[in-house]
């Protein structure tokens, strides 16, 4: 708020002592200053539309979409320059999902002002065609690079990732999810194809650093935390490989006390965060970004 | 006032070179400089906002009317922990899917579905003495499992017996007669009151999630073939339930241990 005013004194100075243009004048003053921008974040959200009810042994009156929004427009007008994302598995675990085969959380994500989400395992469970469906309520774009959808309904409807400008940041977002054999009946993916997110990953993230110039890349992964096997999951992925800022992870439902700092292949620190399941928690990352002469040859330093 | 619009005089001019700077370093890109991390709880105390509650209304009030809506009734309360082999309520499911689904196979294939199977762990809560709603079948079956009768040959069907042998849990099952020993060995094994005929195909209704291994039903796995009923197993309680205006199941003989 403080510097929102600070630029339009200054612009009225620049018409009162006639300099020149007052867009020249503020994009100057915007682009000298730090930029911020806020990262929020759902995954698993699984319907719960109401809070829990009062008498909930683990969560009580905790949760819905009402007040989640009251928290998201409290952040934004803080900071406008900020994102809502999800993780996936937006569907099933409340009757909504079983009377209205996700409408509703659509519907609801687009007032909310989500700008992205990627596609869980539950997210099929009306198939891919029950999937495909409810596209049209989502006024947010599904982000996937892993699922090869070619041959099935979605073909052409997924994009792997999309390039959002918030205040002069240039933010690349893309999605990978999880192996769906053995996890979801063939006969609800279909001819869906799973590819490794680790390749795809590094494809794309070389794609938007390079290509689309981006300054921040995120990664909303619905591969889940951690597991002890060598199946791949966001700390797996974090450390094979690079460029990646932020992993906003989903399907193990972890509750973490605070985002994860790790290491990527090439050592630098990579956030890796997760908020349970049931819409009980919203995730909050916020980035200052400087022009990269003025950042000290440490990196960021991170808060947690 | 003046000595305010001097200072800012000062930084029009001092932007300009800056900006002047910066065109020449054009290629210098952002970095991040700090990072800040947290998770905010969705407390029982923030507000809801008016606009979104309005919104979910209608569609939250057609859920409660419709899972209020009473369709049968049961006398006692049916759990699944009461019965070491077959229980009330797991008698119930099995007696349930075989009713519901074998005119739907039926009228299909031209086939009779010989024997039902389901598992202890999917039955996901226990129905209570009184009136039974639609809740009810959200409740004891609140996934999106769906019915799907397998093709088995009779060398398959007795793995079937084998697992049961085995599991030491009461899985519903319907259509079938097993009897064990003391010491877990298959004392009889029958399908529709018959011994099984190992050249003979039958055809068991269970779940997808079942079929595809789930529970390590590894059996299903080596089959003949299986159909889709396109039926929810929980749309087919719906159905049981609104086609008996009181259940009242019971244990019984068809899965034991002498």
């Known amino acids: 708020m403080k510097r929102r005013d600070f630029i339009q004194k200054t612009a009225a100075a620049g018409i009162f002592t006639g300099i020149g243009g007052t867009a020249l004048l503020s994009s100057s003053f915007a682009s000298a200053e730090a930029k911020h921008i806020t990262i929020l974040h759902t995954n698993d959200v699984h319907s719960h539309i109401d809070p829990f009810p009062t008498s909930d042994d683990s969560y009580p009156g905790q949760g819905g979409v009402a007040k989640r929004y009251t928290l998201i427009k409290n952040i934004k007008k803080e900071n406008p320059n900020a994102l809502v994302l999800d993780a996936g598995d937006i569907f099933q675990g409340t009757p909504y999902f079983n009377f209205y085969g996700g409408e509703l959380e659509f519907k609801l994500m687009s007032k909310l002002g989500y700008d992205a989400a990627t596609i869980g395992n539950h997210d099929f469970d009306n198939g891919i065609g029950g999937l495909h469906a409810q596209l049209p309520n989502a006024k947010f774009n599904l982000l996937n690079a892993n699922y090869d959808f070619s041959n099935t309904v979605l073909d052409g409807q997924i994009k792997p990732y999309q390039v959002f400008h918030k205040g002069g940041v240039k933010i690349g977002v893309f999605g990978v999810g999880i192996q769906l054999q053995g996890l979801v009946s063939k006969k609800m993916y279909k001819e869906t194809v799973y590819h490794d997110p680790v390749n795809i990953s590094q494809d794309i993230v070389k794609k938007l650093k390079e290509t689309e110039k981006c300054d921040l890349v995120i990664c909303l992964s619905h591969l889940g935390y951690s597991y002890e096997s060598d199946k791949i999951d966001d700390l797996k992925l974090a450390s094979q490989t690079k460029n990646i800022d932020l992993i906003i992870g989903g399907h193990s439902h972890t509750f973490l006390e605070k985002p994860t700092v790790t290491k990527n292949a090439e050592g630098k620190e990579v956030l890796v965060n997760q908020v349970g399941w049931a819409g009980i928690m919203l995730g909050r990352i916020d980035f200052y970004l400087d022009h990269a002469n003025k950042v000290n040859g440490k990196g960021a330093s991170i808060l947690v | ?258």
């Open chain 2, 1 to 258: 006032m003046r000595n305010i619009l001097f200072i800012l005089y000062g930084i029009v001019i001092f932007s300009f070179s800056g900006c002047k700077y910066q065109n020449k370093n054009t290629k210098v890109p952002l970095a991040v400089s700090k990072i800040e991390g947290k998770q905010l709880s969705i407390e029982k105390s923030l507000t809801e906002d008016e606009e979104i509650k309005t919104f979910v209304a209608p569609y939250k009030d057609r859920i409660k009317d419709e899972m209020n809506k009473v369709l049968s009734y049961t006398p006692n309360t049916l759990s699944k922990f009461n019965g070491e082999y077959n229980t009330a309520i797991g008698n119930m499911m099995a007696d349930a899917l075989l009713e519901i689904t074998n005119p739907v196979f039926h009228q299909r294939t031209g086939k009779n579905i010989d024997a039902v199977l389901l598992n202890h762990g999917g039955i996901r809560s226990s129905i209570n003495r009184g009136d039974i709603t639609t809740k009810t079948a959200y409740n004891i079956m609140p996934f999106e499992n769906e019915a799907v009768v397998i093709e088995l040959k009779g060398t398959q069907v007795l793995k079937m017996f084998e697992y049961l042998s085995k599991s030491e849990v009461a899985h519903p099952v319907a259509g079938m007669q097993l009897t064990l020993t003391e010491d877990n060995q298959i004392k009889t094994g029958r399908i529709q009151g018959k011994k099984v005929d190992l050249n003979k195909s039958y055809f068991i209704v269970t779940n997808d999630y079942l079929m595809d291994g789930g529970d390590h039903m590894n059996f299903f796995a080596i089959r003949e073939s299986e159909t889709y009923l396109d039926y929810k197993l929980r749309n087919v309680f719906i159905d049981y339930f609104k086609k008996h205006d009181t259940i009242n199941p019971v244990r019984d003989e068809r899965f034991i241990k002498q």
